[in-house]
Nanobody, 124 residues
Framework: QVQLVESGGGLVQAGGSLKLSCAAS????????MGWFRQAPGKEREFVSA????????NYADSVKGRFTISRDNGKNTMYLQMNKLKPEATAVYYC?????????????????WGQGTQVTVSS
């Protein structure tokens, strides 16, 4: 069983930055690929970024490429999402997720464990 807790969300002006964290419990963090997803009101949950279990391989949605950076610290059982140059359309609840395989995925169906989410609001 893996428990995930996100933090770091908040209100920021357009063009600003936020850094999200996802703290994981359990002994399988270092063998689990991780991902960030977001869900805006009235919309489906969408892929933002993902990282392999070792951290060597990452992937980003086109909408955030070049502005967001995903990383992880397996010694601290924590994953991060640095978000720069934020836009109002980034406003959403951000979720971290873990899957029981080392390779990342962009599909929500391939992640078995989810956090409760953290709200990010970008004002224009």
């Amino acid at each position: 069983q893996v428990q995930l807790v996100e933090s770091g969300g908040g209100l920021v002006q357009a063009g600003g930055s936020l850094k999200l964290s996802c703290a994981a419990s359990g002994r399988t963090f270092s063998t689990s690929a991780m991902g960030w997803f977001r869900q805006a009101p009235g919309k489906e949950r969408e892929f933002v970024s993902a990282i392999s279990s070792s951290g060597a391989v990452t992937n980003y949605a086109d909408s955030v490429k070049g502005r967001f950076t995903i990383s992880r610290d397996n010694g601290k059982n924590t994953m991060y999402l640095q978000m720069n140059k934020l836009k109002p359309e980034a406003t959403a609840v951000y979720y971290c997720a873990a899957r029981s395989k080392p390779a990342y995925s962009g599909r929500t169906s391939e992640y078995a464990y989810w956090g409760q989410g953290t709200q990010v609001t970008v004002s224009s």
